[in-house]
């Protein structure tokens, strides 16, 4: 078995720094308004809005967690990815084909976050590809392993340790191949 991590970029930890720091801010706010207006009113109102503003930086939080490590594990005979956004278990008779491509270069491209995150060259979550496709993604990088599952959904993937993945990759899971025209 072989882990491969992907780190969230820098730009996640301070994006959660500041959506936690304009919550705290907006829960002061609200709590110097409210003291000033009816004592019985505010404090209810108050109560609410503070219980509300607290269960949207716990979800914040934990959606944008710079904590959170990416990884691609292989197995024999199983690819799985962990990440916020993605958690998905792949076996052989489920791949279609994995070949490398360039994301730069290749026929398709990642035209519409469904849900994660896309932060300079960092994405993580699920994409529509620009043929419709559904697509798991965890890259940093340009230079991907693109696996298309049998149900036609696809995995770009780019953890750390490319080579290394890549090898694990074709001994245990499938074998890699050139890409062709219609991919």
Same mark, same amino acid.
């Given at each position: 078995?072989?882990?491969?991590?992907?780190?969230?970029?820098?730009?996640?930890?301070?994006?959660?720094w500041i959506v936690?720091?304009?919550?705290?801010?907006?829960?002061?706010?609200?709590?110097?308004?409210?003291?000033?207006?009816?004592?019985?009113?505010?404090?209810?109102?108050?109560?609410?809005?503070?219980?509300?503003?607290?269960?949207?930086?716990?979800?914040?939080? @934990? *959606?944008?967690?710079?904590?959170?490590?990416?990884? =691609?594990?292989? !197995? %024999? $005979? #199983?690819?799985? /990815?962990? &990440? +916020?956004?993605?958690s998905v278990t792949?076996?052989?008779?489920?791949?279609?084909?994995?070949?490398?491509?360039?994301?730069?270069?290749?026929?398709?491209?990642?035209?519409?976050?469904?849900?994660?995150?896309?932060?300079?060259?960092?994405?993580?979550?699920?994409?529509?590809?620009?043929?419709?496709?559904?697509?798991? @993604? *965890?890259t940093d990088s340009?230079?991907?392993?693109? =696996?298309?599952? !049998? %149900? $036609? #959904?696809?995995? /770009?993937? &780019? +953890?750390?340790?490319?080579?290394?993945?890549?090898?694990?990759?074709?001994?245990?899971?499938?074998?890699?191949?050139?890409?062709?025209?219609?991919?």
């Amino acid at each position: 078995m072989a882990t491969y991590l992907l780190p969230t970029p820098e730009g996640a930890t301070v994006l959660s720094w500041i959506v936690i720091t304009a919550i705290a801010g907006a829960a002061i706010l609200v709590t110097a308004v409210s003291v000033r207006g009816h004592a019985k009113m505010s404090r209810n109102r108050l109560y609410a809005t503070l219980l509300i503003l607290l269960v949207v930086g716990a979800v914040s939080f @934990v *959606l944008l967690d710079p904590l959170a490590q990416s990884s =691609v594990t292989v !197995t %024999s $005979g #199983q690819l799985s /990815v962990n &990440a +916020p956004f993605v958690s998905v278990t792949i076996h052989p008779d489920q791949v279609a084909q994995a070949y490398v491509v360039n994301l730069n270069d290749w026929n398709l491209s990642l035209s519409n976050r469904v849900v994660g995150t896309a932060l300079g060259s960092y994405y993580e979550g699920q994409f529509t590809l620009s043929n419709g496709a559904a697509a798991d @993604v *965890l890259t940093d990088s340009a230079i991907n392993l693109v =696996v298309k599952t !049998t %149900s $036609g #959904q696809y995995l /770009v993937l &780019a +953890p750390d340790d490319f080579q290394a993945f890549l090898s694990d990759f074709s001994a245990n899971v499938t074998t890699v191949v050139q890409p062709s025209a219609t991919n």
